[in-house]
């Protein structure tokens, strides 16, 4: 019984954060006509305003909005490439966040790129061996190293959650030192749009957490 509720409590914990965070990134994701620009707009306007000249604006697959520093392109999923809601501008903005990291060269963040393959390539390996591990303690007949295979397997699922977590500090730079100073500046947001965009941008850079705590778990999502 109480290894069940460790379960349960487990599982909770590592899917709850991922659903916070898209439930607040559709809770304001309405079209509203208040706001001038759609995200890929206000996507463009941002980079013509830091004059990043080399950065482009190109559509992404659902919930795949991210800046790629290696083609310099501002990827926004459809629905916030199009629509002129809050969650748009304030996703855009934070993306565009990453592309001012890039060209002030932002600590860290050259590296991040390579920090995320190294998370795929532990969790991979985890993968592996955790399916592995009942077939290795039946050849060998011995399950004490069947248990020490499933151990290597947890220890690259927690190492690739450790990994992932080292892109947090960038992630919430990109949205609290320049995305929120960002739509500040904005003067169509009012109070209340700036306290419902620190939740969006809050959730935009926890995207990180609950990608690394989902990392943990066997055959869980992949970034």
């Keep these: 019984m109480f290894y069940a509720i460790f379960a349960l409590l487990f599982l909770a ?12 990134l559709a ?19 941002l980079i013509s305003k830091f004059k990043l000249h080399n950065v482009s604006v ?4 659902n919930n795949g909005d991210h800046y790629d520093p290696t083609d310099k392109v501002v990827r926004l999923s459809p629905d916030r490439m199009k629509t002129n809601s809050l969650t748009a501008i304030a996703v855009a903005a934070h993306e565009v966040g990453h592309a001012l990291q890039d060209a002030t060269q932002y600590p860290g963040f050259s590296a991040s790129s390579k ?30 190293i ?11 699922y927690f190492l690739s959650a450790a990994v992932h977590l080292f892109n947090l500090p960038i ?13 500040e500046d904005c003067e169509y947001l009012n109070e209340s749009d700036l306290k419902a965009a620190r939740k969006i941008l809050r959730a935009a850079a926890m995207t990180y957490v609950a990608g690394a705590l989902l990392n943990i778990l066997p055959f869980g999502r992949r970034r």
């Design 146 to 156: 069947g248990m020490i295979t499933a151990a290597i397997a947890l220890m690259s």
């Design 171 to 183: 992630e919430f730079d990109a949205s609290f030192k320049r995305a929120l100073p960002i739509l």
């Design 115 to 144: 920090v995320r393959v190294a998370a795929h390539h532990f969790r991979q390996m985890g993968t592996w061996v955790f399916v592995l591990a009942p077939v290795v303690a039946l050849i060998s007949k011995n399950p004490i």
């Design 13 to 24: 914990l590592s899917v709850l954060p991922g659903m916070w965070t898209r439930l607040t």
């Design 27 to 45: 809770r304001y994701s309405a079209p509203r006509k208040d706001i001038q620009f759609t995200g890929e707009e206000f996507a463009n306007a």
């Design 58 to 61: 190109e559509a992404a697959p």
